[in-house]
């Protein structure tokens, strides 16, 4: 699978760095919740699960991370290094998030209020549902 990187226009000038971010603009969904981690510690690995649902934009604003995501046919590796960059995480992606530098912080755009019941934790589980969605395509 291909990792879906969105080069977020700068509007920046010769002061400095401004990203704007916009729903159904530059972030292809309504934007419902915003929340943000920091502090990981870099022996922490994150995520290891995958959304029914949900869509998101990660954006590292600071820092870097490693993320690995898996469609269930592929998967493919992403370095988030650069505050100008936003990820696209549809829905029924496996995401794992390794390797947080001291100084990541990583901004997340979603499409939806939190809600449990829109995770799959269990990768076996994950697999049987991409895989019953592929056989109805
Ligand atoms: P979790 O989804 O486990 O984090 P990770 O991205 O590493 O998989 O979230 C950690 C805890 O925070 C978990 O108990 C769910 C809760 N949480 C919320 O209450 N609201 C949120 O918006 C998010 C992202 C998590």
Known sequence: MEAKLIK???LGDERG???????????PFEIRRVYYLYGTRADVSRG?????NLKQLIVAVSGSCRFVLDDGAARTEVILDD?????????NVWREM????RDC????LASALYDES???RDYDEF???????????
């Open 48 to 52: 290891y699960h995958a959304h029914k």
């Open 127 to 137: 697999i049987r549902t991409v895989g019953v969605e592929l056989s109805h395509e």
């Open 8 to 10: 977020l226009a700068g």
């Open 105 to 108: 912080v990583l901004m997340v």
């Open 17 to 27: 760095n401004l990203v704007s971010l916009e729903a159904n603009r530059n972030v």
């Open 83 to 91: 505050p100008a960059m936003g990820l696209l995480v549809e829905s």
């Open 118 to 120: 829109d995770y799959i």
């Open 98 to 101: 390794h390797d947080f530098s």
